[in-house]
């Protein structure tokens, strides 16, 4: 099995990214979008999924972070599906529950090839840190559709918002270890199609 790594650079009139993505890491990370709490989020992703990602994002933070954090989840969703090659021999469904103190969050996944979103959260705060509560999803309907995944994310209770942003984003980096892991008893992919 050769590297499953992708880089993706990514330029416009609102951004400017550069992304580096290993699957087979050990959950090392650099990261700098210059949204305080996003960046807390990427890392909390990247060492409880084990992947490695170095990323430097400048955008139009004079504006807002909207253009930030939906252009950081195109490209992380490019780098996904790029890393993944063909997928074959990858377990494909990954599920994960994360408590983190008083609330429960979920995340499921399908590498299915077919991008869909579901989420089911409701925060009741706009805003933590620098980043608009609202951009949880935006952030995660970049990425599915980008990686061409389904994903269905939900905090099933809880009360404080931080705490249910991070178990979302923790259940998203273990839910992607699963899914993405490879099982040496899957012969080419996990489809009774014979494609993903």
Known sequence: MGKREAAVNRKTGETDIQAKLNLDGEGIYNINTGVGFFDHMLNLMTKHGLLDLALEAKGDLEVDSHHTIEDVGIVLGQCLNEALGDKKGIKRYGT?????????????????????????????????????TEMVEEFLRAFT??????????????????????????????????????????KGVMSTKGSI
Do not use: Q, W
């Open 145 to 186: 559709f980008n990686a061409g995944i389904t994903l269905h994310a939900r905090v099933l209770y809880g009360k404080n918002n931080h705490h249910m942003i991070e178990a979302v984003f923790k259940a998203l980096g273990r839910a992607l270890r699963e899914a993405v892991d490879i099982d040496s008893r899957i």
């Open 96 to 132: 994960s529950f994360v408590p983190m103190d008083e609330v429960l969050a979920s995340v499921s996944i399908d590498v299915s090839g077919r991008p869909f979103i579901v989420c089911d959260f409701n925060f009741t705060v706009d805003r933590i840190g620098e980043m608009d």
